[in-house]
């Protein structure tokens, strides 16, 4: 009997915003697994660093954040193979998750080399884009408005056409790509109806209009909410 | 000093499903309001049911399911002067919702016309979006893809303009518009990159091929998932 792999989403920081579930299948884990920079410490894992025990096998999955996809390939590859020697051996393994698994989570890497041949459950997480509409006080859809969310990590070209074509937009994944969508959301004349959100429900959160923000500052985990504000589907 | 407004995201069905800073908040809140049809039992507060104490005040917003937004705008006009007047005398009161209360909630409704007069918290849950895509083992978006989160409730000509743009898209609030839905992603050749989820986390969740669905019997709380499959950004 081969262990079973557990995608578990723990949320956007706020150890408070882990669900029930996640935390009882936490706590019975033998082996958790969390993805990590090359050196220092997992977001993830310090979400919930207070579920974990000291018995519990721990591998830090640390990916390079390099624009070339091959190095992180890689380390998802060794990753699997030492996850898939636990399951093997009959041990469940946990993978922790920022956010949602399956919503721009790395944890897909994963899910696509081990789920074709091990037991595979995803366990939801409050997403950062729930959590940052919340910490914004700003609705995301209601009735029948239209979502598009987006990677600020897109072509310029790319981008503006869907900004253009959106009603209510979240463009996550900011960073150093902060200039370029302004850019945009100025060109089109959206610039004013957007809000932007980093670290949403952490400590260090900070909710500010877009042309306050400094882009020299700004990290990989912020996003830029689009107000639907009754704009007509074209 | 006049009470708080809480929406509580209590998550897509599943009691596990729900954080613990709702459950946190939801046991010491004086007042508990929630959405339920004109006869029966609330969805929302089933959820939480184990949580509630005898000693809370409980509102139940009984809203009509018509056509016309009238009835229900009324209904919400009444709820939001009951809630008011709770949170004028000094209680905090809580608005519960299934999923997330941002994202499609009727919250947002209740958000609209009192948190311009007193202070307001939203507490995100997860959202049937990606508890679906979780229940089913089908990633919703991975590295520069885009999802686009649409109601089946539009228009037949904007859903498939829509649609035929995507790369991985949700439809949601199946029901009645799932034969609507499904001629489009035929149209399109799209059908077989999709799946049908209804009661995503509840006993009574079904994962099927959106071929095989019978159509008279399609819930309001049902989703159809197109992965994004590799299509380009056009």
Same mark, same amino acid.
């Given at each position: ?42 977001? !993830?894992?310090?979400?919930? /660093?207070?579920?974990?025990?000291? %018995?519990?096998? #721990? *591998?830090?999955?640390?990916? &390079?954040? $390099? ?63 729930? !959590?940052?509409?919340?910490? /914004?006080?700003?609705?995301?859809? %209601?009735?029948? #408005? *239209?979502?598009?969310?987006? &990677?600020? $990590? ?77 704009? #007509?589907?074209?």
């Amino acid at each position: 009997m081969s262990g079973t792999l557990y995608g578990l989403g723990v949320g956007p920081g706020d150890p408070e915003l882990v669900t029930l579930r996640a935390v009882r299948i936490l706590r019975r884990l033998p082996v958790v697994a969390y993805p990590a920079p090359l050196e220092g410490a997992s977001f !993830a894992r310090s979400v919930v /660093a207070s579920q974990l025990s000291p %018995a519990q096998t #721990e *591998i830090a999955i640390r990916v &390079p954040m $390099t624009r070339s996809l091959a190095p992180a390939q890689a380390v998802y590859d060794r990753a699997a193979i030492e996850i898939g020697g636990h399951l093997k051996a009959g041990r469940d393994v946990g993978v922790l998750c920022q956010g949602d698994p399956f919503l721009y989570g790395s944890f897909i890497q994963l899910f696509d080399r081990l789920a074709p041949e091990f037991p595979t459950k995803v366990v939801p997480g409050v997403s950062s884009l729930t !959590a940052c509409a919340a910490a /914004a006080g700003v609705p995301l859809v %209601a009735r029948d #408005e *239209i979502l598009t969310v987006l &990677p600020a $990590t897109l072509p310029e070209a790319a981008l503006e056409k869907r900004l253009k074509l959106a009603q209510a937009a979240a463009v996550l994944k900011l960073g150093r790509h902060l200039p370029k969508v302004r850019r945009i959301l100025k060109r089109l004349g959206l610039a004013d109806r957007t809000t932007y959100v980093e670290h949403a429900s952490l400590e260090s959160q900070r909710i500010l209009p877009l042309e306050t923000v400094d882009s020299a500052s700004v990290p990989y985990f912020s996003m830029i909410l689009l107000r639907a504000g009754g704009r #007509e589907v074209r």
